[in-house]
């Protein structure tokens, strides 16, 4: 899909409501078949991915075990659109995972956190989130809770709450955010099947859980800018922050963390391409 394309998909207005807000949701995109869900959901049960025993189950790398979702977490409409948003020459893949909760259980929520609190060792923070609902998702599913505007807090409150690795933690209401903050605006993003979501990479974000008896399938990927490369960072505890596969992608000439390796980060839209 060429620029123009993508321009009138992401207009101006709405870039700048990206850059205020935080958070933005496109039109529907195209159909996803159930029988490529179903196909996607075998071949992820087929691998050796971990499967939480919970009522959240998160499948990590989910494009390296799937083909099938491979196709849909590498769409290079839905990186040029994010790439639009952030302002990015190029995009790589930092990781995607789906996440699936089961209903109707109370332990099928995801906590407020920032994705930057998990990727402490990446350079750049124009990073980036594309969730693709792959079912309608109601109120009563568990849809994304973005806090609005929260990317562009600042102050020692706002960098303590980016530092929460809060995916597995309390439910993400208003109350928990309150002893940090007073002023803040928590907003529901339910969505019609196939609709995709981007956030930016320092909003503050969970959801609730799934109070209905149908499975809620969400399709993640974060990407990466060109800019971003490993940096050493120390946590407040003296360790060095490190992500799952910094052991396992190949290491730059300094010995660090190559993250431009096209096995685990492939290159899936670059400007001009």
């Known amino acids: 899909m060429g620029s123009a394309s993508i321009d009138a998909i992401v207009t101006q207005t709405d870039v700048e409501f990206f850059h205020r807000h935080g958070w933005w949701v496109a039109p529907r995109l195209f159909e996803i078949e159930e029988s490529q869900v179903q196909k996607i959901m075998d071949e992820l049960t087929r691998s050796n991915t971990v499967v939480d025993a919970r009522d959240l189950r998160h499948y990590n790398y989910a494009s390296l075990m799937s083909p099938s979702c491979r196709v849909l977490a590498h769409s290079p409409v839905i990186a040029a659109i994010a790439a639009r948003l952030v302002g990015a020459d190029e995009l790589r893949i930092w990781n995607t995972n789906l996440v699936e909760k089961v209903g109707p259980h109370k332990e099928s929520h995801v906590g407020w956190h920032a994705d930057r609190s998990y990727w402490m060792s990446c350079s750049s923070e124009k990073m980036i989130t594309a969730g693709i609902a792959l079912q309608d998702t109601s109120m009563d599913m568990g849809p994304l809770r973005v806090v609005d505007g929260s990317h562009r807090w600042v102050g020692n409150s706002a960098d303590e709450l980016r530092q929460i690795q809060g995916f597995r933690g309390p439910e993400p209401t208003e109350a928990a955010l309150s002893r940090y903050r007073s002023d803040f605006d928590v907003v529901d993003l339910p969505l019609s099947r196939d609709q995709v979501t981007f956030h930016h990479c320092l909003l503050l974000h969970g959801s609730g859980e799934n ?61 001009g391409n």
């Open 211 to 271: 109070r209905t008896s149908s499975m809620r399938r969400h399709l993640i990927t974060h990407y990466q800018d060109e800019t971003n490369c490993w940096r050493r960072y120390l946590r407040p505890d003296g360790s060095v922050a490190a992500y799952p596969h910094d052991a396992k992608i190949r290491k730059t000439a300094e010995g660090s963390p190559d993250y431009t390796d096209p096995t685990y980060c492939p290159v899936v839209w670059s400007r």
